[in-house]
């Protein structure tokens, strides 16, 4: 029964967002997937994006049409072991992390240059085969922000900073900048196209097309929107002309990708609300030497390429694994870096087990909190949950995962278990509702309502799985800077007494219906 269940939902995953007709429609991915970095190597695409506190990181994706988008791996298991990216000693590392990649090709290998605030150092990841990841590192101080990876003439360099933009030179086997090499500013004043900003010209992606080099960076006029900025130059070093290249419904920053028939895209994103930052593509065209982005100027709602066929970047997973296969499938991924010792999914079989191994009294700083993407225009996340074994003071379920956050799950104190559904949207969480549980397995649901930005959370439970009671109250879902980052379906279990305590989680499915 399981296995047809199994393959119900593996269909609804991939039916998920299917565009209406034969084109695609513009959110290419409605889901939180910012920074995108892309190259197309041959006939496939591959991009990177950013997931900072979340755990593995630095995902690379592939597609063959620019539109349906796979999971192939994750640059890194773990950035470092530092309090702060694990969640100990009251330390996080929220909205940190790794930033806004560069993803490049050169020689026969790929690279992906990076920076992370919390070590304050710059990442260069490397691999001949990008589709099986193995990924090789070299890391050095300091953190270049938001810096793109650059090669010329067999020289490697990085384009960092925010309005005034510099050039650093690095060594040959790119494990740090080259002594005595190239290290100057390449443009003073990378804002100036755009006026006066409140976010000075940043995310710099630099390409070569024909001859010519063009360097594309996000700023945002006081007053206005997001807006793409390009300069462009007939040597690396300038002297670099820019423009406004695009401004439309604050859609921005990325960089361009032609197609193997030689048509061309800009690959943008935009703040949408709570779900998150998410990605569009614009056409764009060559007038004087000059990338011309858009129809007339204007974001098209749909575009000359296939259509989706659903969203590849989630799925519903039945927690049943064969020889083999990867103990999590690529979808998801831990709230900062996971105790491995204390999650399971062989240790009974078809379920994950999260045992609590310490106390937490937050949320928000509990271990082994494994999430993946909510998703636009609406979602729901469905799970059942084995509470026997919990232990005094334990809380476990399922969480749309935020600095303003929401939780449906059992809790156990006073050797009693209970329904509850806490709602975090406030400088203290409140416990809006509670209702006492006397059977081992309670279903749990979260929903999202995305549309317009209405951006509004639903909890439910229910005790047959068939028959649904909505609990607590509405979360109103906020974008927040601490976090920086789309609404997230958590499974968590803590405990804030006695650690040794387990849950099993059956599966969990996810769903683009909502019940409102």
Known sequence: MKKIILLLFSFLSVSILSAQGSKAHNPIIFADVPDMSMIRV????????????????????????????QMLNYVYEKLGDMDALGLNNGKNNYGKGSWASSLRYHNGTYYIATYAQTTDKTYIFRTNDIEKGNWKVSEFKPGYHDCTLVFDNDRAYLITGGGRLRIIELNDDLTGEKEGGLNQVLIENASAPAGNV???????????????YYLFNICWPRGGMRTVLVHRADKLTGPWEGRVAFQDQGVAQGGMIDTPDGRWFAYLFQDHGSVGRIPYLVPMKWENGWPVIGVNGKLPESLDLPASKGLGIVTSDEFTRKPGERALPLVW??????????????????????????????????????????????????????????????????????????????KFANGVKSIVMVNGSVRIPVEAQ?????????????????????????????????????????????????????????LFNYSTKTPGGYVDFDYFRISDKISK
């Open 198 to 212: 409140m976010l000075p010209a940043e995310g710099s992606q630099l390409f070569k097309h024909d001859g010519k």
């Open 434 to 490: 509670a209702v006492p549980l006397t059977q081992k397995t309670v279903y749990l649901k979260a929903e999202c309502d995305f549309r317009d930005k209405t951006d509004i959370g639903y909890f439910f439970y229910s005790l047959d799985g068939k028959t649904w009671l909505p609990i607590g109250s509405q979360l109103k879902m906020e974008y927040s800077m601490p976090h920086f980052m789309g609404y997230r379906f958590g």
């Open 42 to 69: 041959g006939d496939t695409y591959y991009m990177a994006s950013t997931t900072m506190h979340m755990c593995p990181g630095i995902p690379i994706m592939k597609s063959k049409d620019l539109v349906n988008w």
């Open 333 to 410: 991924q831990w709230n900062h870096n996971p105790d491995n010792t204390l999650w399971s999914v062989t240790k009974r079989k078809g379920y994950l087990r999260l045992t609590t191994g310490r106390v937490d009294t937050l949320f928000l700083q509990a271990k082994n909190t494994l999430t993946q993407r909510t998703f636009g225009p609406v979602s729901s996340g469905i799970t059942a949950i084995d509470v026997t074994n919990m232990k005094e003071g334990d809380f476990a379920g399922l969480a749309l995962l935020q600095k303003k956050f929401g939780q449906v799950g059992v």
